[in-house]
């Protein structure tokens, strides 16, 4: 079975730190921080990238379309 | 179609005028006195011959707003009622000339208030041109005082309001709307195009194209240093307008001691009473505005240093009378003479009021 | 693993990010909020139909009155609850563009009844959006038509109670009895399954619209986090446990 491999960038200044993208992750590779972006909000980063498969499920719920994703197979 | 010279109603000459002018779409919610509008767009079938739109619309409310969806799309589009439905269009109009938008209101008015009657009245006078609608916003108001006059306020009402982005109204009554009289009308006119419609009207909301930002039709603005430089804008506008676009008209005024002024219907029967005073030695003339907004304040004023006294003729408690007093700057006595409810007055009551001013 | 990493993220290997026609605005939403995710679906459908340029959006008074400033297409705003009549218009003066409305529950299953039955009864050949949260956000939390009993918002502190507001309107069932539409459905965004899912129906809605087959209604039962005083995943949840069950998820007309 074919592998993949995912990356996600967070446009961390558009982001609001509402948190849905880290509950949609399965794999657990997003998390907020405890810095704030210039508007206040503790914005979402990547944690864990290793675990990032590029499903895209945080894109997805990102309220804001912060999140940009990419995959490969390897 | 070429021009041609009919016998008709007021309010049939409307929707003739409109298909021939080229008209977009009319959206309508029906009303005494002014139903045989829409119902002449229905028969004549405009949508088969020039492309027209006509809708019959839920109420008077959805009315008013398919217009300012129209009209944001660049469109010549109107829509008629007669007073308790022009009352409920009032929020779309405020938002039309919020939004800066052009289109064509017909009020052929009744009597009011509330309900009110189905017979003739002119009380909806500073609803028109005193704003009606909330903001300090102008209505672009216009007279007509014949069944030719609503044919050809059509083409006036569209033009201005295009020329200037403003909404403006055929202000009639029941008497104009319902009367017969020989009518030309104009030679069928195309519609614009929607390649016409981009060039000149290119703040139109037709689809975004490449070659420009997204256009955005709205009324709101947040900002309040922002929204005081658009009402500065529109105020500036208006005054364009006022400075421009002011129509009248003076019947034996030359010589005239007294003046009547009096609008639509009030000013036919006013015609007559100036010839019966006349006969009687009494020096009348009459003074038609045919906007009411731009009201011919300037020109009336000039009589205020030649005249003894004005009369005006209104079917109301007295409405335009305050704008008279103001233009003459109360440098001449102004009466009133006015019927409610529906009644008309007649020439021989003019002639007796006009008496009192001597 | 930082080379791969590199490798990952490059153009060819894009498979998610910020719809083309969303702008990089700011939107004015609280954190949490259905209604970007709504736009970027709006956004994203357009642009994959190829309508950009014959797009013509209808944005209510409410939470979405700005929409106008994050979807870079034509927008037209409308007078509260009047969008469906000013789409109407739209629509028939422009028979080849795409038109939509996109509403609150206020504006659309309250002040704007009228004009949107009679446009759906009509059968206008229109997309309306409709977001249900079960309030009224913009103002501050008051209670919508589609409030649930007994919930609480700052114009019904005790909850909405029958004798005094009547019942939740289940506005989406009865337009779905009108001969007029075609498609009416009830969506959400709260996972991406259901917005996969919401995206289809959502084209489905737009390739009607252009299809001439009437109008389709596209519900979404949305989170208001900030009205609902909760955390947006603490809305989601009280959303699937109490919004769902009063108005559950799918098709109620499609044909």
Request: glycine share 8%; net charge negative; proline share 5%.
């Amino acid at each position: 079975m074919a592998k993949v491999k995912g990356s996600v960038t967070v446009n961390t200044e558009r982001c609001k730190g509402c948190d849905l993208c880290v509950v949609a992750c399965p794999s657990e590779v997003l998390e907020l921080t405890n810095e704030v972006n210039s508007k206040g909000y503790n914005f979402a980063r990547v944690k864990n990238p290793d675990e990032c498969t590029g499903c895209a499920n945080c894109g997805y719920v990102c309220p804001d379309g912060c999140i940009t994703v990419y995959q490969i197979k390897i | 179609m070429a021009e041609e010279v009919k016998l008709m109603k007021g309010n049939e000459a409307i929707a003739h005028a409109a298909i021939r002018y080229g008209t977009d779409g009319y959206f309508g919610y029906p009303i005494t006195p002014q139903s045989e509008i829409m119902e002449t767009l229905m028969d004549e079938k405009p949508w088969e011959t020039t492309g027209m739109v006509v809708l019959q619309a839920e109420s008077e409310i959805a009315a008013i707003n398919m217009l300012y969806g129209g009209a944001a799309c660049g469109k010549r589009v109107m829509t008629s009622s007669s007073s308790p439905g022009i009352s409920l269009k009032q929020e779309g109009i405020s938002y039309m000339a919020g939004a800066e938008l052009p289109a064509l209101i017909v009020n052929v008015m009744r009597g009011g208030p509330g309900l009110g009657t189905i017979q003739p009245s002119q009380a909806d006078y500073f609803q028109a041109v005193k704003g009606g609608g909330h903001g300090d916003y102008r209505l672009i108001t216009l007279a007509p005082a014949s069944v030719q006059e609503m044919a050809d306020h059509v083409a006036l009402a569209f033009d201005l309001a295009f020329k200037y982005n403003n909404p403006a109204m055929i202000l009639a009554d029941g008497v104009i709307g319902q009367m017969m009289e020989k009518v030309i009308l104009p030679e069928q006119r195309p519609r614009k195009t929607e390649e016409e419609i981009r060039r000149e009207q290119t703040w139109a909301t037709l689809g975004k194209t490449k070659d420009r930002k997204p256009n955005i039709i709205t009324s709101l603005e947040l900002d309040s240093s922002i929204m005081e430089h658009n009402n500065i804008r529109f105020q500036n506008k208006y005054k364009q307008i006022e400075e421009n676009e002011v129509i009248f008209e003076e019947l034996l005024c030359d010589d005239a001691e007294y003046l009547i002024v009096a609008f639509g219907s009030a000013a036919r029967i006013s015609q007559k009473a100036v010839e019966l005073a006349r006969e009687e030695g009494m020096k009348v003339g009459l003074f038609r505005p045919v906007t009411l907004w731009p009201f011919p304040k300037k020109r009336l004023k000039s009589y205020s240093e030649k005249i003894k006294g004005i009369l005006t003729v209104e079917l109301n408690a007295g409405q335009m009378v305050e704008d008279v007093r103001l233009a003459v700057e109360c440098k001449v006595p102004v009466n009133h003479y006015g019927r409610l409810g529906g009644i008309v007055p007649t020439p021989d009551e003019v002639v007796e009021e006009l008496m009192k001013l001597k | 693993m930082e080379t791969l990493e590199l490798d990952i993220v490059k153009q060819e290997n894009l498979i998610y990010e910020k719809p083309r026609l969303m702008n990089d605005n700011p939107m004015h939403y609280c954190p949490g909020c259905s209604h970007g995710v709504v736009h970027k679906l709006i956004a994203e459908v357009i642009d994959e139909m190829g309508m950009e340029e014959k797009t013509i959006g209808i944005a209510p008074v409410g939470c979405a009155v700005f929409a106008y400033n994050y979807l870079d297409i034509d927008w037209i705003e409308a007078a509260h609850g009047r969008a469906p009549a000013v789409a109407t218009a739209v629509k028939r003066l422009n028979p080849n563009k795409m038109v939509f409305t996109y509403q609150g529950d206020g504006d659309l299953a309250a002040i704007g009844t009228a004009e949107t039955i009679h446009a759906c009864n009509r059968g206008e050949n229109i997309v309306i959006v409709f977001i249900n949260n079960a309030i009224y956000g913009m103002t501050g939390g008051q209670m919508a038509p589609t409030t649930l009993l007994d919930m609480q918002t700052s114009t019904c502190p005790y909850g909405r109670k029958v004798e005094l507001n009547g019942y939740p309107l289940k506005i989406s069932d009865l337009l779905a009895l009108l001969d007029g539409t075609c498609l009416v459905t009830r969506q959400a965004v709260h996972t991406a399954t259901a917005v996969r899912r919401a995206k289809r129906t959502l084209r489905k809605a737009f390739e009607n619209s252009m299809a001439r087959k009437g109008t389709s209604v596209v519900e979404f039962v949305s989170n208001c986090p900030s009205g609902w005083k909760l955390t947006p995943e603490q809305a989601n949840q009280w959303m699937i446990k109490n919004m769902f069950p009063k108005y559950p998820l799918g098709d109620l007309k499609d044909i």
